[in-house]
T-cell receptor
Framework: DAGVIQSPRHEVTEMGQEVTLRCKPISGHNSLFWYRQTMMRGLELLIYFNNNVPIDDSGMPEDRFSAKMPNASFSTLKIQPSEPRDSAVYFC??????????????FGDGTRLSIL | AQSVAQPEDQVNVAEGNPLTVKCTYSVSGNPYLFWYVQYPNRGLQFLLKYITGDNLVKGSYGFEAEFNKSQTSFHLKKPSALVSDSALYFCAGGSQGNLIFGKGTKLSVKP
């Protein structure tokens, strides 16, 4: 079975540009999560969805960040305008069932974002 | 506030020796606990989980973890370390709320 698929794997762009990260969750998984990983701050939860509905976006650092899940098989994380401090690895994860529950999350291999 | 702590930033072990990566938790109610492993340029991979039942949980790649309620710990163990076990390990826990991840422990296994 295909795992969580993220694209692109690497993105290098100049500050001020719009960045869109994409995620395809595992088929049948109801919950989807976006994380950011940096050396300084570790793994941070940004936002999560259940049945395509955003449940909690309190981890989104600023209004420059937005996320959507238009259907069960696709989600985007957008940064506009981007800044150098947004440079990080962004992970998408999905799990079956509810957000709160004992099923493990399955992670994609991430998008390494570099803002120059 | 709920939390998951990994007190060691790095653990160094010689190949063939047993390894332990420590995790303690502060989670209300009955916790469920996970261990994940992250290899370079990859996402986190699920290793094992504890929900209820036996305190010793066996997982992938020969890893196991021991749940200790009185010490609120969930340490990851392996009887004989391999160089290929070198990676970043994350403990995570939850109960009523969303999953909380520790900050990670880098395991280095030297030949």
């Amino acid at each position: 079975d295909a795992g969580v698929i993220q694209s692109p794997r690497h993105e290098v762009t100049e500050m001020g540009q719009e960045v869109t990260l994409r995620c395809k969750p595992i088929s049948g998984h109801n919950s989807l999560f976006w994380y950011r990983q940096t050396m300084m701050r570790g793994l941070e939860l940004l936002i999560y969805f259940n049945n395509n509905v955003p449940i909690d976006d309190s981890g989104m650092p600023e209004d420059r960040f937005s996320a959507k899940m238009p259907n069960a098989s696709f989600s985007t994380l957008k940064i506009q305008p981007s800044e150098p401090r947004d440079s990080a690895v962004y992970f998408c994860a999905s799990k079956p069932g509810q957000v709160v529950g004992n099923q493990p999350q399955h992670f994609g291999d991430g998008t390494r974002l570099s803002i120059l | 506030a709920q939390s998951v702590a990994q007190p060691e930033d790095q653990v160094n072990v010689a190949e063939g020796n047993p390894l332990t990566v420590k995790c303690t938790y502060s989670v209300s109610g009955n916790p469920y606990l996970f261990w994940y492993v992250q290899y370079p340029n990859r996402g986190l991979q699920f290793l094992l989980k504890y929900i209820t039942g036996d305190n010793l949980v066996k997982g992938s790649y020969g890893f196991e973890a021991e749940f200790n309620k009185s010490q609120t710990s969930f340490h990851l163990k392996k009887p004989s370390a391999l160089v290929s076990d070198s990676a970043l390990y994350f403990c995570a826990g939850g109960s009523q709320g969303n999953l909380i991840f520790g900050k990670g422990t880098k395991l280095s296994v030297k030949p």
